[in-house]
């Protein structure tokens, strides 16, 4: 029976590494994160993860500062209240996703909003303009919208 070549066992190795979340019990792996990196950070000082960007690290706290200007304060995490850091991907096709909505909602309005007595092709038309209004709307809405996806556990607070 014929053996595969090593290409092969490096291409499936490679692969099944792709699914692997990098995940460490070790807060140094904290200390040594790039500044600006963007992270949730689970603790048992807040109710819900906060997303933030990284700013610094040593061996009591974690600092970053706020995501959306508007929280103002930067925010400090205890080493011992921290028990999970992920990092978070930010994706980039929100007014996209925006448009389309805003566009279908402002094309459904313009057909159904004209009077009774109205034709087919004012009701087409009314369609056509408050579609492309709401869609420009929701382009612009959508813009400063957070769709992050949850991305790999980084440090995670060993079980006691």
């Known amino acids: 029976m014929r053996r595969p070549p090593k290409i092969c066992a490096i291409l499936i190795a490679f692969v099944a590494s792709l699914g692997a979340h990098t995940q460490s019990s070790d807060w140094k792996y904290l200390e040594d994160l790039p500044q600006g990196a963007r992270i949730s950070v689970a603790s048992f000082q807040s109710l819900a ?3 933030c960007v990284f700013r610094h690290a040593n061996e009591q706290t974690l600092r970053c500062d706020p995501v959306h200007r508007r929280h103002g ?6 080493r011992r209240s921290v028990w999970q850091v992920r ?3 930010r994706e980039n096709h929100n007014h996209h996703w925006g448009a389309i909505i805003g566009g279908s909602i402002g094309s ?3 057909v159904a909003a004209p009077s009774e ?3 087919a092709k004012d009701r087409v038309l009314t369609g ?3 579609g492309g209004i709401g869609a420009v709307i ?3 809405a959508d813009h400063d919208l957070p769709h992050v996806s949850v991305g790999p556990v980084i440090y995670e607070k060993p079980r006691e």
Do not use: D, K
């Open 49 to 51: 993860p906060v997303e």
């Open 73 to 78: 304060r930067q925010f400090e995490f205890n």
């Open 87 to 89: 990092l978070q991907r």
């Open 108 to 110: 459904i309005v313009g």
């Open 117 to 119: 007595n109205a034709s």
């Open 128 to 130: 056509m303009v408050l």
């Open 138 to 140: 929701g382009a612009t």
